[in-house]
């Protein structure tokens, strides 16, 4: 009867052994896994308050510009409706206030009107070339249709015709005071405006920056997808929930905006509240997580190790608690072996890897107490024992200690009770307590076990600072970079305004030394012809007095007529030279001066531009060589062409052939294909020193600073090939070698937006 009873005590431990430990693991699981769902919400809660600052600071950049062309549009309308005061306002009255305003900036461009009965004209653009960009302007139809229709309507993102930009068209109907309809009133806005910005903000974040009207009609994406610009996704489930939800807001999708690889993403929107347009700031889900993903791993792995060491630990206990049987066996055989049994026992609770405490359940006094505990209270055995935990004033709080009673007193244990403990100095650990109560020979007992996890709070309350801190860190220096951004803007517009004033005058100033240079050339012919034509008078003047007296002789006859012959030849010699210097003066003088874009002929415009030059080297030892194709057509601007040859004979005469009696110049040029020609243009001079060669287009680079060099010349060539042909320019050179620099030009170069 008592190795039964024996047999299902120990039964009962194992049981008991086994559901701790269970009940810890549990509890170490439960508690990791709510810890990973609360980072990852707090990885989710800062990329959405990351992504509400981007699209706040987009929504504020867009709607500036969108105010600006609504503003500029009302300035339009009034300037219609003033001239309506003074007289009927007719399509004549309308066209001719559309004719006399210019485009607002570089961002707003041309003016469109259409009246009631749908014929259109801009203020600065060809009407064939609107009317080709008529199919993308959806807006017109719609506004003829609802001419009640008081509100400005943002059209769908297209690329003109006439310049290939992207613009996205912004319109509203035009009423006159006394409520007629007048008709519809738009301009464009240009796309790269908002590219720029956009394309900034997700190059800085790695992240998918999109701008598209309420109806799901993309106008800017980036990173950059060219056949997304103008896209309806109104089809969208995406944006259909969109229209229908809050002013912000955050959402996951992997096929929403992305090109080819669907992958999770998640968007930050926001609408704007003055227009019908949304932005979205998105980034990879796996980019955004992978933080987390390496914190969760670590408190996995941290977990698991506290269970492996808890399941030792239980592995430890059972293994004593059969010891522990066997003694009690052995103690039915002899009093020897029970006093081995109780060393053996005392042995386990004093060396347990667990603080330990055996207390009393009537008043809690503390029976036994191992070092582990003693260690962590800071008492000695004898100021423990036979003390209650109240004497040893424990407690911080003393409601905790009346919880923990209730607890036993109702349950009969309690598991990971955490409260706050107070140590022999005043100490304060925070503990998880788990207690036992239990019978032994007709005494009621607890085991009482406090483990101490302060360190454990320590580094979670150090996490979350941590990431507090990253937060703010994070949103100040979002602040710092917006405010740098909007710096430099306002540097680069005033330095590029700097820039093409001084254009001007190198310009204007070559242009100069062109007239001085043509008028030393004609002195010549023109003093020859005026010499022979004195000449010539007199001779007529001779020959009319022998008439009148009668003493004309035949072969004074021949003579002054053959005299006149040659003198009429070398007069009309000198006068051709002179009229082809002027015609080629007045052609290249008159495209220098002016950004006209026209159709000629390559070589005849070179000669002609060469002609002018001709006092640069003509009475030096300088020679120039042509060889240029014959054939050659282009659409293109003349003036820019002459400006660049000038400046490169210019830099080769002044800097190439500087103190050198003799030079050599070769000009030639021909079609590479259909679309570009190259032109070369090198000499034989000093040549460019390598430390040099990088800065030659920089501007204000100049070896003769102040000896009359602005530094100018070759950074105005450059700037003439990249932005007004479109083109691109390089350069070889080699010190006492020479320089040859090589132009490659299209045929039809991209005319310039009025």
């Not at 008991?16 to 707090?42: E, N, P, V």
């Not at 259409?114 to 014929?119: D, I, L, T, Y």
């Not at 399941?311 to 039915?332: A, D, G, K, T, Y």
């Not at 503390?366 to 003693?374: E, K």
């Amino acid at each position: 009867m008592a190795m039964k009873q024996n047999k299902f005590s120990l039964k009962t431990i194992g049981l008991l052994l086994t559901l701790f430990t269970g009940l810890i693991i549990a509890a170490i699981i439960l508690q990791s896994w709510w810890a990973i769902i609360q980072d990852r919400k707090l990885t989710i809660d800062s990329e959405y308050q990351h992504g509400l600052v981007a699209v706040r600071l987009l929504e504020e950049h867009a709607t500036q510009t969108l105010h600006d062309a609504e503003r500029n549009l009302d300035t339009v309308v009034n300037a219609i409706l003033s001239e309506g005061k003074q007289k009927p306002i007719t399509d004549t009255v309308i066209r001719q206030v559309l004719t006399k305003a210019q485009p607002f900036n570089r961002v707003l461009k041309a003016l469109q009107f259409v009246n009631p009965e749908g014929k259109a004209w801009v203020s600065s653009i060809d009407y064939p070339a609107y009317q080709t960009d008529a199919d993308d302007r959806t807006y017109i139809p719609y506004l003829l249709q609802h001419r009640d229709d008081k509100k400005v309507l943002l059209g769908r993102a297209f690329q003109r015709f006439y310049d290939g930009e992207l613009v996205v068209p912004i319109a509203r109907n035009v009423y006159s005071e006394d409520g007629h309809y007048l008709g519809i009133i738009s301009t464009d806005v240009s796309v790269s405006y908002f590219s720029n910005v956009y394309q900034r903000v997700a190059q800085d974040s790695k992240a998918i920056v999109a701008l598209f009207t309420n109806a799901g009609v993309i106008i800017v994406r980036f990173p950059s997808i060219p056949n997304q610009v103008g896209q309806d996704l109104s089809h969208s489930i995406i944006i259909q929930r969109l229209n229908k939800s809050t002013e912000e807001g955050m959402f996951e999708d992997q096929n929403f905006l992305n090109d080819q690889e669907a992958k999770p993403n998640l968007y930050t929107y926001r609408k704007f509240k003055n227009y019908p347009v949304i932005s979205v700031f998105a980034r990879d889900t796996d980019t955004i997580l992978s933080p987390w993903q390496e914190r969760s791993q670590n408190r996995v792995f941290f977990s698991s190790i506290i269970i492996f060491f808890l399941v030792l630990l239980s592995l430890f206990l059972w293994r004593q608690f059969l010891r522990l049987h066997r003694s009690e066996q052995s103690l039915l055989a002899s009093e020897a072996h029970l006093r081995s049994s109780e060393s053996k026992f005392a042995d386990l609770f004093e060396n347990s890897p667990l603080p330990l405490a055996l207390l009393r359940f009537e008043d809690q006094s503390i029976l036994a107490i191992n070092g582990y505990l003693l260690r962590q209270w800071g008492y000695s055995v004898e100021q423990a024992m036979s003390k209650s935990l109240d004497d040893l004033n424990i407690w911080t709080n003393p409601a905790d200690a009346a919880q923990h009673s209730k607890l036993l007193q109702e349950q009969g244990v309690v598991k990971q009770f955490e409260v706050s403990l107070c140590g022999n100095q005043g100490q304060s650990h925070i503990c998880q307590i788990s207690s036992k109560r239990f019978v032994s020979n007709a005494e009621q007992l607890i085991i009482f076990s406090p483990l101490d996890i302060s360190h454990l709070r320590n580094v979670e309350s150090q996490l979350r600072t941590l990431n507090t801190q990253l937060e703010e860190k994070v949103s100040e220096r979002t602040h710092s970079l917006a405010t740098a951004n909007r710096e430099l803007e306002q540097a680069l517009i005033s330095m590029k305004v700097m820039q093409n004033e001084m254009f001007r005058s190198e310009k204007m100033a070559a242009l100069g030394y062109l007239v001085a240079g043509i008028s030393h050339e004609l002195n010549t012919p023109i003093g020859n012809s005026l010499m022979v034509a004195s000449t010539i008078h007199d001779y007529t003047q001779t020959l009319a007095e022998e008439i009148n007296n009668g003493q004309l002789r035949k072969t004074r006859l021949l003579q002054i007529v053959e005299d006149s012959k040659k003198g009429a030849d070398i007069l009309l010699r000198n006068l051709q030279r002179a009229a082809q210097l002027i015609f080629s003066f007045k052609q290249v003088a008159v495209d220098q001066s002016s950004d006209q874009y026209r159709g000629f002929d390559l070589k005849s415009n070179i000669e002609e531009v060469l002609i002018t030059l001709e006092p640069i080297y003509k009475r030096t030892n300088y020679q120039l060589t042509l060889d240029i194709e014959e054939g050659i057509q282009m659409e293109s601007y003349p003036g820019a062409l002459a400006q660049i040859l000038t400046n490169s004979i210019n830099n080769a005469v002044s800097h190439g052939f500087e103190n050198r009696e003799s030079g050599q110049m070769h000009l030639y040029a021909r079609a590479l294909n259909e679309k570009d020609i190259e032109i070369v243009f090198k000499d034989d001079g000093a040549g460019i020193p390598p430390e040099h060669i990088t800065r030659v287009f920089d501007p204000f680079f100049t070896t003769k600073l102040g000896q009359g060099g602005s530094g100018l010349g070759l950074h105005i060539v450059y700037n003439l090939v990249t932005e007004v042909f479109g083109g691109s320019v390089s350069i070889e050179s080699e010190v006492n070698h020479g320089t040859r620099f090589r132009f490659i030009l299209p045929k039809k170069a991209p005319a310039k937006s009025k």
